[in-house]
């Protein structure tokens, strides 16, 4: 692979630099690299349309025994190569994008494991439930493609917000019940080429609330709202269940992660419920 | 106030320093100092006991037209001389170590106008509403002392959490309606001698929310709180209201300023409402 | 301004709502709205090229002494209204976006004084010092827009990050001295119509510093830096004074606030310094 | 472990409960319970004196197939009963009150795996390089106590902060460097009865930094700090490899993480540097 390293070339540093030296330890590092570099991403969807992201990365490879350290601007220039605006076709998804930034960087420098973050916020298209007015709800996500010599994996994870009502506190004082704001973060990690994606992952949280939020409501949506929440109540152990249920129908090979998070509306701290497995 | 500085002499530190040189621009500073330190602190109450706290300390100081710098080490050399374990009986309040730090600051650092700004949790003790099981609650709090010359005041912050139940949808969904958990930050900054005491302002934000939380909650309990949160329903903007209301009884001269935040259960974003007053 | 209500009367919200009532507590408030919107938004420049940023919103109103509540989804519905992607032609700043949301509102809400700040992250192209590379920096700002009756101000933020090396320490230690990250918030509040742009504040900080940072630096780059900082020895009150210097040069009137923070490479804590003026 | 319920009992607890029924979803849950809980704690060192921390608490306990919600409140008082400060004799270290607590909700709430997380901030005593002063350090540090069945386990975390100066530009600006904050997060897990303490993994990380960093440093303990820092030129790299050579040297049985994170004074991002091993 040394062949690929002309930037090393081309600004005068074939000479051997320090990070090519022996370590005084002589232990292998699992991962090494740049964490919270701020990105301007572009992707085309498949209508030709495109979206912007500004997206946090964090790029990480392994090092060897034997090697001081390793050259960190090779990992920037990688990423830099494959978002430049000027210079590609936008990628479909979030997980071209990481697979092209590794492989890119398999080109500047030596490395057998590596790891790409790549977090952002997705704007979706919602509709009021009573009014249909649009509303554009946020989600936190993140995609993590890693990769072991040439076999590639992802973990495509997703933060929603919505609701829990108490079904303890519905039945002990009879129709009234304390609600409250609450979170899942759903995660999965599998091939790269199995097909997930995020807005599926949305839905699926969204599902597993007492109810969804909304940006706008009217006086009637939120009357629906509050409706649907008394109709559904849920322990947070409801929502993990529930979210865990239906991400079991993607039926995925690989880890399954669900933390579904309560910020009681009775307590000053919050509740929460996790579930773990791994499919093979 | 320059004969006050024996560490500089006996660290051999009598040489003229950087600090101590003509700044290129020279404009007066307002406010420089250190931030973030942490620092372990000791209460004596009026009974005798004591209360430890770990606090974030801030101090500023300004500085004049004509020096290039501060001796930042005096500034935490004051902070470490008044709050050390063993060489001082403990104050009665966080005021009182306020005052002590920036007084013996006077006899190390010449300055005009001082700030220091003390942050830490306190826990008080509570009663659950039907079981009345114990339990201590957490607020944050914080003091600020100022001096300008001679003349020092203090600013002292609580925040407290509650929840908000919402009396428009109480009414339009007709005895069902979302509840969450909610904030208030209330805030008093006046002559240091008036008395006010972070207990009876973390009450008046209590008492300003459709219900307090607790820490513990049997199923009664539970209950009980359920029912007073229907019983007080509440915009944030009551809250804001009702909290001024009784801070407004405190009779105190200085500024107010109260700020209450709603988590909202059915927005993703939260509702806020601030008030902020002056009395002469 | 009450004809203005059409969003009300299409929703059958004409009855009067709890919001329009009498409060308990005759006060008026002074900010009441939503804060932590996520929204994207879109510019245009003047070249006729368009950027794309995700921005957090917070939009307040105040709220006269005799009505309970304001309307919240009216607030939300404005921000909607402007932003929308399919019916506007983008703005060119960030303060039209705001003036244009505060305009709207003003047609489906009555208020005396309104609000709303808008914080993003730019992405600056840079180049690198020595082999020339292009990187884009990654910049906090936030534009403020007021209005009081029909007069508008605006507060323009930005937070850039660079480095400071002690001059005390170089002294001391004969040419070796430690550095560090640092930060500088640089704030101006100001008339609707000065003109004040993002890329000036940020290029006012940036040199105020020992160096300015880069996302890519090739050693050669990397030995260019360090150079710079130790040309420039600069305590946190160096680096406060002269993005003072730099910004009086604007020429604007209104409020300039400074805050340099120096995240000491020798300490735990963060040193700090503050300038803060009014120019009228 | 049924016979052990009294406080149902006492509080009319006894009929069955919402969280007995069967859950729609028949799926175990790995870890339910509470997050975030601020709590007052005391220690007793063997020489007698006593510590107070305050600290965030989580307590999980995992939930079978068919029932549907664990009883919340139960894990509370479990604390609480432990914690108490007037009807028990302090503990000795942290992974005792972990284990107490733990075996103090076996009594009240039937569970297979347990797990509870206290995270607090430790002051420690340090003393200057040259002029000796005393100056309270303060290091975050967290354990984690599990149990399967009866078999405990604990992880120990502490996060400690201190220097790198790079060592590539040490060569390449010929005795210039640039230096940086930088932060250790060094974890252990492993077996109940090993003997880990935190001061000892506090020391580990301070040795593996270009130098340790103090809250206080008058003239000649600065350059004497910066004289270790180029004496010590260090990559994120080398950091953790030295933090893992010690670490290793404790000769535990049970998994190894590091993380060292240097806060590049270059960049405006961060460098990482990982090792994960797990000995058996």
């Known amino acids: 692979m040394e062949e690929h390293r002309p930037p090393a070339l081309q600004e005068n540093e074939l000479r051997e630099q320090t990070q090519d030296r022996l370590p005084k330890v002589k232990e292998a ?106 509303t554009d709800e946020p989600y936190d996500v993140a995609v993590r493609v890693s990769v072991d010599g040439n076999v590639f994996r992802k973990r495509m994870t997703v933060r929603a917000i919505g609701s829990t009502l108490c079904p303890h506190s519905l039945e002990t004082t009879k129709g009234k019940a304390h609600v409250q704001r609450a979170e899942i973060e759903l995660s999965i990690e599998t091939g790269i080429t199995e097909n997930i994606v995020f807005e599926e992952l949305i839905e699926i949280c969204e599902k597993s609330f007492s109810s969804p939020t909304y940006t706008v409501l009217k006086t009637m949506d939120e009357a629906a709202v509050v409706e649907e929440m008394f109709r559904n109540p849920k322990f947070v152990e409801d929502v993990a269940r529930d979210c865990f249920k239906q991400a079991r129908n993607l039926n995925f090979r690989g880890r399954l992660h669900i933390r579904a998070v309560s910020l009681e509306s009775i307590h000053k701290h919050n509740a929460v419920s996790e579930i773990e497995r791994v499919f093979e």
Not at 36 to 59: C, I, N, P, Q, T
Not at 90 to 95: G, L, N, Q, R, W
Not at 114 to 127: C, P, Q, V, Y
């Open 29 to 134: 590092i699992d991962r090494v690299g740049v964490s919270g570099l701020k990105v301007a991403l572009k992707l085309r969807g498949k209508s030709g349309d495109e979206s912007h992201f500004l997206a946090d990365v964090d790029l990480f490879i392994d090092l060897e025994t034997d090697r001081k350290g390793i050259h960190m601007s090779r990992l920037v220039e990688s990423i830099n190569e494959i978002i430049c605006k000027d210079c590609h076709d936008p990628k479909e998804s979030f997980e071209q994008l990481g697979i092209g930034i590794l492989t890119e960087l398999q080109k500047r420098h030596n490395y057998r494991r590596g790891e790409i973050n790549i977090a952002t916020t997705l704007l979706l298209r919602r509709f009021t439930p009573v009014t249909a007015k649009p």
